[in-house]
């Protein structure tokens, strides 16, 4: 059974960072391209980062990049999200994801709050 589970968010105050993570399962990781995407209430689903198979290629969203860093461990199968300088509009749910033949799969998610 495919699985993804994200854990680390929490509630945070601005300039802070936090490290999410997410454990895959059922599937062969290190053959995937690996994303995060977020959403905050009231918006769409949006991209945040990327990873290639063997983690040589990064991709960022413009309003993350030089503040996040996506990478990951295939010999755990383990997927991470350093955030860093965190913002309060950084405030969402996040979800890590891959897709296989045109198909997302998606965890549960993780709630990042960062509020003073």
């Known amino acids: 059974q495919v699985q993804l589970v994200e854990s680390g968010g929490e509630l945070v105050q601005p300039g802070e960072s936090l490290r999410l993570s997410c454990a895959a399962s059922?599937?062969?990781?290190?053959?995937?391209?690996m994303n995060w995407y977020r959403q905050a209430p009231g918006k769409e689903r949006e991209f945040v980062a990327s990873i290639t198979s063997a983690g040589r290629g990064t991709d960022y969203a413009d309003s993350v990049r030089g503040r996040f860093t996506i990478s990951r461990d295939n010999a755990k199968n383990r997927l991470y999200l350093q955030m860093n300088t965190l913002k309060p509009e950084d405030t969402a749910v996040y979800y890590c994801n891959f897709r296989k033949f045109g198909r997302d799969t998606w965890g549960q998610g993780t709630q990042v709050t960062v509020a003073s």
């Open positions: 059922g599937f062969t990781f290190s053959l995937y391209v």
